[in-house]
């Protein structure tokens, strides 16, 4: 197994500048878009919830908010009432989805997920976990399990120079 990379990434940082923030987001959410990531989610999330009609999500980390939208729009073509939290510690991340949001089945709150008052019926987490240390992890598998009724869906990639590389190889040749 390839060891994980402790070199911080721009979104590791505290508060990115406003113009590469925005633009290394924007990225994230295409990547999310064009490799197929955003309807793997859909499909998974489909696949954990059967038949019901109606369902809860929570998006822990949410970006730009984009899964969230995505997510609405598919729910509701697929005759499902789906309420989705977009969900991020970050006020500038969560200012940003607000200003790029318009369904009124998704809203987005500066909060730890901890914090947050009930259950969701599914908690998903894309492409954070590799930002958090061993110890932050357990601590976030226990409170999303703690939150889920249904489960807990995670896409994510392996920190490590081999990732890394293939990401940064990725986001050149694309753009």
Same mark, same amino acid.
């Given at each position: @197994?390839?060891?994980? #990379?402790?070199?911080?990434?721009?979104? !590791?940082?505290?508060?990115?500048?406003?113009?590469?923030?925005?633009?290394?987001?924007?990225?994230?959410?295409?990547?999310?878009?064009?490799?197929?990531?955003?309807?793997?989610?859909?499909k998974?999330?489909?696949? =954990?919830?059967?038949?019901?009609?109606?369902? /809860?999500?929570? !998006?822990v980390? /949410?970006?730009?908010?984009?899964?969230?939208?995505?997510?609405?729009?598919k729910?509701?073509?697929?005759?499902?009432?789906?309420?989705?939290?977009?969900?991020?510690?970050?006020?500038?991340?969560?200012?940003?989805?607000?200003?790029?949001?318009s369904?009124?089945?998704?809203?987005?709150?500066?909060?730890? @997920?901890?914090?947050?008052?009930?259950?969701? !019926?599914?908690?998903?987490? #894309?492409?954070?976990?590799?930002? =958090?240390?061993?110890?932050?992890?357990?601590?976030?598998?226990?409170?999303?399990?703690?939150?889920?009724?249904?489960?807990?869906?995670?896409? !994510?990639?392996?920190?490590?120079?081999?990732?890394?590389?293939?990401?940064?190889?990725?986001?050149?040749?694309?753009?």
């Open positions: @197994m390839i060891g994980r #990379s402790q070199k911080k990434e721009i979104l !590791d940082a505290e508060i990115p500048e406003p113009g590469v923030f925005l633009k290394v987001m924007n990225r994230l959410a295409w990547q999310n878009r064009i490799t197929g990531h955003n309807y793997w989610l859909f998974s999330i489909q696949t =954990l919830i059967g038949q019901r009609k109606s369902l /809860t999500v929570l !998006d980390g /949410t970006g730009l908010g984009d899964i969230p939208k995505y997510l609405s729009d729910f509701t073509k697929a005759g499902v009432e789906a309420r989705i939290t977009g969900v991020d510690t970050n006020k500038q991340v969560i200012d940003l989805a607000v200003q790029e949001s369904s009124p089945t998704v809203s987005f709150v500066c909060q730890r @997920m901890e914090d947050l008052p009930g259950t969701f !019926d599914v908690v998903i987490a #894309s492409q954070m976990i590799h930002h =958090l240390d061993p110890e932050e992890a357990v601590a976030f598998f226990r409170a999303a399990y703690a939150k889920a009724n249904i489960g807990v869906i995670v896409s !994510d990639f392996s920190r490590s120079w081999l990732a890394s590389v293939l990401v940064k190889l990725f986001m050149y040749v694309t753009f």
